[in-house]
């Protein structure tokens, strides 16, 4: 149940906040029913996204293939 898996987002992110794990939760978003919504949030992320170290690493090497 992508609603459940939306609230668990929101609790992890509660304990933990982090721009990878807040993507993932507007994938659940989308998921559940709601692309606008997760659109809307991926657009808040995306600068928060380019400077994570990890994040980034892994756009380099995905633009580079």
């Given at each position: 149940d992508w609603a459940e898996i939306v609230s668990a987002y929101d609790r992890l992110l509660e304990i933990a906040d982090s721009p990878v794990t807040a993507?993932?939760?507007?994938?659940?978003?989308?998921?559940?029913?709601?692309?606008?919504?997760?659109?809307?949030?991926?657009?808040?992320?995306?600068?928060?996204?380019?400077?994570?170290?990890?994040?980034n690493g892994l756009l380099t090497l995905a633009s580079n293939n």
């Open positions: 993507l993932n939760r507007a994938v659940a978003v989308a998921m559940a029913g709601d692309p606008e919504s997760a659109l809307a949030l991926v657009d808040e992320l995306a600068d928060a996204l380019v400077e994570n170290t990890d994040m």
